[in-house]
């Protein structure tokens, strides 16, 4: 049978918690009641599991006690995580916690004795980054479950290419025509007038033929 002085000691890190007076483990489920009109009673809906909590009352005493007194205080005003292990909470997965709560009390008359409360309360580790996939993440809706061929997005992204080629010769020809059509300003206006006209009608596809180009780029980057 175990006995008291059998029982493991708690560590709060690497500090012995020696002389406990009584240790409490709280859980709150995490429900939050909504009401619903001509419903008698509340729907309880659960977001999350809320931190472990670990509420701990205790002594120090004997000739380490100032020295105990300054680690445990230098641990609650630190903030940083650290390891609890104790018997009550053998059955929790609880990896790291932090003081949310100090107190220290010296008695009256008790020149020997300190006593002090902790409040202790799980901090999980970070869930990893997400990750972004191909067209924002809708891989992962299974667009190739819907039977969406994404083989065509590589051949349309080669049409925008080749289309763009083609504004961008046919923008080289419209150049080229507009410097002899500028020859009529020269006095020849009668003579090249209907080359002036097949250059703005040239002009106007290839605006349209541009535009549409530019479209498919920014579609596909």
């Known amino acids: ?17 020696t002389a406990i007076q009584s ?32 509420h701990i009352t205790g002594i120090l005493e004997g000739e380490t006690k100032l020295d105990d007194l300054a680690t445990l205080q230098e641990a609650a005003a630190s903030g940083e995580e650290i390891t609890f292990a104790a018997d009550i909470v053998t ?8 003081v949310t709560q100090f107190r220290a009390v010296e008695y009256a008359g008790q020149p020997g004795q300190m006593g002090f409360e902790l409040q202790l309360a799980e901090s999980p580790p970070l869930p990893p980054p997400a990750e972004l996939s191909g067209f924002g993440g809708l891989d992962d809706f299974g667009l190739g479950d819907l039977g969406f ?6 051949d349309l992204a080669g049409l925008a290419d080749d289309i763009a080629g083609a504004v961008e010769g046919a923008m080289d020809a419209i150049e080229g025509l507009q410097a002899l059509a500028g020859l009529g300003d020269l006095g020849f206006s009668g003579d090249f007038k209907p080359l002036q006209d097949a250059t703005d009608n040239v002009g106007t596809v290839g605006k349209k033929i541009g535009e549409a180009g530019k479209s498919l780029g920014d579609l596909f980057g």
């Not at 909504?34 to 472990?52: E, I, K, N, Y």
């Not at 059955?91 to 932090?98: N, P, S, Y």
């Open 1 to 17: 049978m175990t006995t008291a002085t059998e029982r493991p000691i708690p560590l709060l890190d690497d500090i012995p918690l």
């Open 91 to 98: 059955a929790l997965d609880l990896q790291k916690v932090v």
């Open 149 to 154: 061929d994404t083989d065509l997005m590589d």
């Open 23 to 54: 240790m409490e483990h709280m859980l709150d489920a995490g429900f939050i009641p909504t009401s619903v009109a001509g419903l008698d009673g509340q729907v309880q809906q659960r977001l999350h599991r809320p931190s472990h909590k670990i």
